[in-house]
C-alpha cells in the first residue's frame, strides 16, 4: 500500500530539483555527501580520513581485483 504523503513529498522534492539549475545541483550533492560522511565519521566514531579509507573499501568488495586499486586503498 502505498503512502499519499510520501508521493506527495515526492513530488515536491522532485518538482523543487527540476528547478535547480545544475550547478545548484552539483552543490547539493556535495553538501549531501559531506553530511552524510559527518554522520558516518560521527556513529563510527573515526576520523575523515578512515572514514573515506572505509568507505572505498566497502565498495570493492565483490570487485574484481586491481592492483592500481590495492594501492590506492592503502
Known amino acids: 500500500m502505498r503512502s499519499k504523503v510520501a508521493d506527495e513529498l515526492r513530488a515536491e522534492q522532485r518538482e523543487q530539483?527540476?528547478?535547480?539549475?545544475?550547478?545548484e545541483r552539483v552543490a547539493l550533492a556535495l553538501q549531501l555527501g559531506d553530511r552524510d560522511l559527518?554522520?558516518?565519521?560521527?556513529?563510527?566514531?573515526?576520523?575523515?580520513?578512515?572514514a573515506v579509507q572505509a568507505i572505498r573499501r566497502s565498495r570493492?568488495?565483490?570487485?574484481?581485483?586491481?592492483?592500481?586499486?590495492?594501492?590506492?586503498?592503502r
Open 17 to 23: 530539483i527540476l528547478r535547480m539549475t545544475p550547478s
Open 38 to 50: 559527518r554522520v558516518y565519521m560521527s556513529v563510527q566514531k573515526v576520523d575523515r580520513e578512515t
Open 60 to 73: 570493492q568488495i565483490g570487485r574484481r581485483r586491481s592492483r592500481c586499486m590495492d594501492e590506492s586503498l
